[in-house]
């Protein structure tokens, strides 16, 4: 039996064709994930909640169990397994991105079962809530015993809650609440209030955002059940004072339209394509204007 030398670089070609397949079969058998907490809402200043890349991206295996998803979060993040729940975004029929289920902490595998069930153009994003109860070392498996049950007698829902500032004219997540869909909406107002930091003397109103550009008034006196609320639903707060006239955009509603007539153009030179300048611009531009700007860009 003869023994062959193989040249050097041969050998080299060889470890980098097998590390080359490795990589392959692993992006095949793992997803890359995306973590957001509350945190990443308060830094979100646009419509729905957070964006994918502004969240934590984790590579995680196709079939892994809820167990290994929980375990892996809890060591990305260091919280305690008992602490925390996971749950699902999911892309509405009117284009907003919600957190819309809780994801099970078993063994059972559920990637595979998150991943065909989601909207494929929309990147795998989780809500990673986490709760206030103290830490128990005693606990390790996450059995949501520090959450709001949901139960068919009491059956809750979490809504989420940004409030808008018109003299800054900025839109802020500021926290979510765990309620009965059977109270009504009006007795929740001390703790909506609360967590807006609004003065408890102040009158409110508030809006749910249906869609990106569409606001609807919510009624205070109906339940959450018959304002049609469910998990993920995202309400607008806004105190209600008599100097909020005397900024641009006084209501949230203003604030909305605005946001969307807004869009960022880049221009580039006829003769020169390296040469460009960004704008943000309303739709309702003139030629006039555009031109103008284009001239004092040039002329700096």
Same mark, same amino acid.
């Given at each position: 039996?003869?023994?062959?030398?193989?040249?050097? +670089?041969?050998?080299?070609?060889?470890?980098?064709?097998?590390?080359?397949?490795?990589?392959?079969?692993?992006?095949?058998?793992?997803?890359?994930?995306?973590?957001?907490?509350?945190?990443?809402?308060?830094?979100?200043? /646009?419509?729905?909640?957070?964006?994918?890349?502004?969240?934590?991206?984790?590579?995680?295996?196709?079939?892994?169990? /809820?167990?290994?998803?929980?375990?892996?979060?809890?060591?990305?993040?260091?919280?305690?397994? +008992?602490?925390?729940?996971?749950?699902?975004?999911?892309?509405?029929?009117?284009?907003?991105?919600?957190?819309?289920?809780?994801?099970?902490?078993?063994? @059972?595998?559920?990637?595979?079962?998150?991943?065909?069930?989601?909207?494929?153009? =929309?990147? =795998?994003?989780?809500?990673?809530?986490?709760?206030?109860?103290?830490?128990?070392?005693?606990?390790?498996?996450?059995?949501?015993?520090?959450?709001?049950?949901?139960?068919?007698?009491?059956?809750?829902? %979490? %809504?989420?809650?940004?409030?808008?500032?018109?003299?800054?004219?900025?839109? =802020?997540?500021?926290?979510?609440?765990?309620?009965?869909?059977?109270?009504? %909406?009006?007795?929740?107002?001390?703790?909506? !209030?609360? %967590?807006?930091?609004?003065?408890?003397?102040?009158?409110?109103?508030?809006?749910?955002?249906?869609?990106?550009?569409?606001?609807?008034?919510?009624?205070?006196?109906?339940?959450?059940?018959?304002?049609?609320?469910?998990? /993920?639903?995202?309400?607008?707060?806004?105190?209600?004072?008599?100097?909020?006239?005397?900024?641009?955009?006084?209501?949230?509603?203003?604030?909305?339209?605005?946001?969307?007539?807004?869009?960022?153009?880049?221009? !580039?030179?006829?003769?020169?394509? !390296?040469?460009?300048?960004?704008?943000?611009?309303?739709?309702?531009?003139?030629?006039?204007?555009? @031109?103008?700007?284009?001239?004092?860009?040039?002329?700096?």
């Amino acid at each position: 039996m003869y023994l062959i030398q193989l040249p050097a +670089h041969l050998i080299e070609k060889l470890k980098d064709n097998k590390n080359k397949q490795i990589e392959r079969e692993e992006e095949l058998n793992t997803k890359t994930i995306y973590v957001a907490t509350e945190l990443h809402f308060r830094q979100h200043f /646009g419509t729905d909640l957070v964006l994918a890349e502004n969240a934590v991206s984790l590579r995680v295996r196709k079939n892994e169990t /809820g167990y290994k998803l929980y375990s892996l979060v809890s060591q990305s993040f260091n919280v305690p397994l +008992h602490r925390m729940r996971l749950w699902t975004f999911i892309r509405r029929k009117n284009k907003t991105l919600r957190p819309d289920d809780i994801i099970s902490s078993d063994y @059972r595998p559920v990637m595979n079962y998150v991943i065909e069930n989601l909207d494929p153009s =929309v990147p =795998v994003i989780f809500y990673l809530e986490i709760s206030d109860a103290p830490d128990d070392e005693a606990m390790e498996l996450p059995g949501f015993e520090y959450f709001p049950k949901r139960t068919t007698k009491q059956r809750t829902a %979490i %809504i989420f809650f940004k409030c808008y500032y018109p003299e800054t004219s900025s839109c =802020v997540y500021v926290g979510k609440l765990h309620v009965p869909i059977n109270s009504v %909406i009006y007795d929740w107002t001390p703790y909506i !209030k609360q %967590i807006s930091n609004i003065p408890e003397s102040s009158s409110i109103s508030i809006w749910e955002e249906i869609k990106h550009e569409r606001l609807d008034e919510v009624n205070l006196y109906k339940t959450f059940l018959q304002a049609e609320l469910k998990d /993920g639903d995202l309400l607008i707060v806004q105190e209600l004072t008599p100097v909020m006239y005397q900024y641009p955009l006084p209501t949230a509603l203003l604030y909305f339209k605005q946001l969307f007539s807004i869009y960022k153009i880049v221009f !580039k030179c006829k003769n020169d394509e !390296k040469e460009t300048f960004k704008e943000e611009m309303k739709i309702t531009v003139t030629h006039n204007v555009l @031109r103008e700007k284009n001239s004092q860009t040039h002329s700096s």
